[in-house]
């Protein structure tokens, strides 16, 4: 299993490091910014993500999964100090495997790394690159799931804990990158058309 650390705080980052190369069967790889990600990844293809939330960048590390799985597939596991619910709601739309509360220890990593192991071990589509790839981020691709199942921007807003507002310039940033119409029905015709896509 190949595991990347995305941890700005170097002392914590190596601490979960020597962790997992004590009890698990794994190539850990080291990432402290989004650049070195940026350069780690595409060779490194992990199986599974340990990341910070607050990584003391513009985006934080929620943004940075979502851009990734764009491209690869992992699971991942979020290392937060963060407890508030609209801070866990976000995560939850990049789906993770788990979450380990700063300050972090032994029992908490190898928890958290125990728990999903087999899991990660029966995705095929984890640590390799995503072919055919839409080119859209995980919460417009959420979005579009809602709008498939004939939800209003109001109640789509409400389900995702965002503004109307912000649904509506995520409905516009997706028509663009599909190509559509800016339209009412154009994202709806084009869910249901291309359902096999998004489900």
Request: aromatic residues 8%; charged residues 25%; negative net charge.
């Amino acid at each position: 299993m190949r595991i990347l650390i995305v941890e700005d705080e170097i002392i914590i980052a190596r601490f979960i490091e020597q962790q997992l190369k004590a009890n698990f069967n794994c190539e850990v790889e080291l990432a402290v910014n989004f650049k070195e990600v940026d350069e780690l990844i595409p060779d490194f293809l992990p199986h599974l993500v340990l990341c910070d939330i607050n990584l003391n960048e513009d985006d934080d590390g929620i943004q940075l999964i979502s851009k990734l799985q764009q491209s690869y597939g992992f699971g991942t596991i979020y290392i937060t100090s963060y407890q508030s619910k609209a801070i866990i709601e976000r995560a939850l739309i990049t789906k993770p495997l788990n979450y380990i509360i700063k300050p972090v220890d032994e029992t908490k990593i190898y928890t958290a790394v125990k728990l999903v192991e087999s899991t990660i071990a029966m995705q095929a589509k984890f640590g390799q690159r995503i072919a055919n790839a839409l080119p859209i981020g995980h919460i417009e691709l959420e979005i579009i799931r809602l709008i498939l199942k004939e939800k209003t921007t109001k109640q789509i807003a409400d389900i995702l804990f965002l503004s109307p507002y912000t649904i509506k310039n995520y409905r516009h940033k997706i028509c663009r990158k599909l190509k559509l119409k800016d339209e009412n029905n154009a994202l709806l015709k084009w869910a249901l058309q291309n359902e096999e896509l998004i489900v």
